[in-house]
């Protein structure tokens, strides 16, 4: 039974991302108490940015053990890992550098590699070595960050990709109408097993795809990547900004600031 999208509506960029932090936080000491490891995916572009400057300020930076985590990424762009399109560099620069996380804590996908496809198989391997996952079953990661794109794409999944109907891989390569054109993501098999799948959305530019995910009113709205993402078993939480919330219906905004 998909679950029904738990929206959280913050003043602006800055509270969301106070927001996230506080609920990451907790996720991650609540997990490390149950199972003594705390598994979460980073979502790529420039929305996370914010939240992980938040992670590693003053206020925030000794609240979790962070040595219990082990990092994974949702989506990456096919450059090399010192190029700033890169989302591993975005998380280098702003998370793992100030928290001084071990390179051993961080897998990243190797958007740099020559053969996509070998990488993707790579990375799959990788997850589920790291996640104690046997071939016959998917990875199940705590938390998995996904940002959204004006076109209802999410991750590296965008509308007319033929990923969105794998349900054999946990990472494919995808065709970005955006720069860089070719990605390595998580696909929606390996997304909707999360136990908690978490959308950081801001600004007005965002406002009417939000809309259409969130209030869908045809079934292209029901068919676009975004909308696509529904835990199986775990839950949805939609972050947004005032801005970003502004067309959804009176009874989807509540504000929690
Ligand atoms: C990427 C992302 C992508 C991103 C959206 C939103 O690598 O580009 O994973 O899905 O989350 O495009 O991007 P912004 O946060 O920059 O608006």
Same mark, same amino acid.
């Given at each position: 039974?998909?679950?029904? &999208?738990?929206?959280?509506? %913050?003043?602006n960029?800055?509270a969301?991302?106070?927001?996230?932090?506080?609920?990451?936080?907790?996720?991650?000491?609540?997990?490390?108490?149950? !199972?003594?490891?705390?598994?979460? =995916?980073?979502?790529?572009?420039?929305?996370?940015?914010?939240?992980?400057?938040?992670?590693?300020?003053?206020?925030?930076?000794?609240?979790?053990?962070?040595?219990?985590?082990?990092?994974?990424?949702?989506?990456?762009?096919?450059?090399?890992?010192?190029? &700033?399109?890169?989302?591993?560099?975005?998380?280098?620069?702003?998370?793992?550098?100030?928290? !001084?996380?071990?390179? =051993?804590?961080?897998?990243?996908?190797?958007?740099?590699?020559?053969?996509? *496809?070998?990488?993707?198989?790579?990375?799959? *391997?990788?997850?589920?070595?790291?996640?104690?996952?046997?071939?016959?079953?998917?990875?199940?990661?705590?938390?998995?960050?996904?940002?959204?794109?004006?076109?209802?794409?999410?991750?590296?999944?965008?509308?007319?990709?033929?990923?969105l109907? +794998?349900?054999?891989?946990?990472?494919?390569?995808?065709?970005?109408? !955006? +720069?860089?054109?070719?990605?390595?993501?998580?696909?929606?098999?390996?997304?909707?097993?999360?136990?908690?799948?978490?959308?950081?959305?801001t600004?007005?530019? !965002?406002?009417?795809?939000v809309?259409?995910i969130?209030?869908?009113?045809?079934?292209?709205?029901?068919?676009?990547?975004a909308?696509?993402?529904?835990?199986?078993?775990?839950?949805?939480i939609?972050?947004?900004?005032?801005?970003?919330?502004?067309?959804?219906?009176?009874? *989807? %905004?509540?504000?929690? =600031?």
């Amino acid at each position: 039974m998909p679950s029904v &999208p738990d929206i959280r509506i %913050q003043n602006n960029n800055q509270a969301l991302a106070e927001a996230a932090a506080e609920f990451i936080l907790e996720m991650g000491r609540e997990t490390v108490r149950a !199972k003594g490891r705390f598994f979460l =995916a980073l979502s790529g572009g420039t929305t996370p940015g914010t939240l992980y400057r938040v992670l590693a300020s003053p206020a925030f930076i000794n609240r979790f053990d962070w040595s219990r985590a082990t990092f994974f990424f949702s989506d990456e762009r096919c450059v090399a890992p010192n190029d &700033p399109r890169s989302n591993y560099v975005l998380a280098n620069n702003t998370l793992f550098a100030p928290l !001084k996380i071990s390179p =051993a804590q961080v897998y990243r996908m190797a958007g740099e590699s020559r053969d996509p *496809q070998a990488a993707a198989h790579e990375y799959e *391997q990788q997850l589920r070595r790291a996640t104690n996952t046997s071939p016959s079953t998917r990875p199940t990661l705590d938390l998995v960050l996904l940002g959204l794109g004006e076109d209802g794409h999410t991750a590296s999944l965008f509308p007319g990709s033929p990923a969105l109907q +794998d349900n054999q891989s946990l990472i494919a390569v995808t065709q970005s109408p !955006k +720069d860089p054109p070719t990605r390595l993501t998580m696909t929606l098999g390996a997304i909707n097993r999360a136990s908690v799948i978490l959308f950081l959305v801001t600004g007005a530019g !965002k406002a009417g795809i939000v809309r259409a995910i969130l209030d869908p009113k045809t079934e292209a709205e029901r068919q676009l990547p975004a909308s696509l993402v529904a835990p199986e078993e775990g839950r949805l939480i939609w972050l947004l900004d005032r801005a970003a919330a502004a067309e959804l219906p009176t009874h *989807q %905004q509540r504000t929690s =600031a």
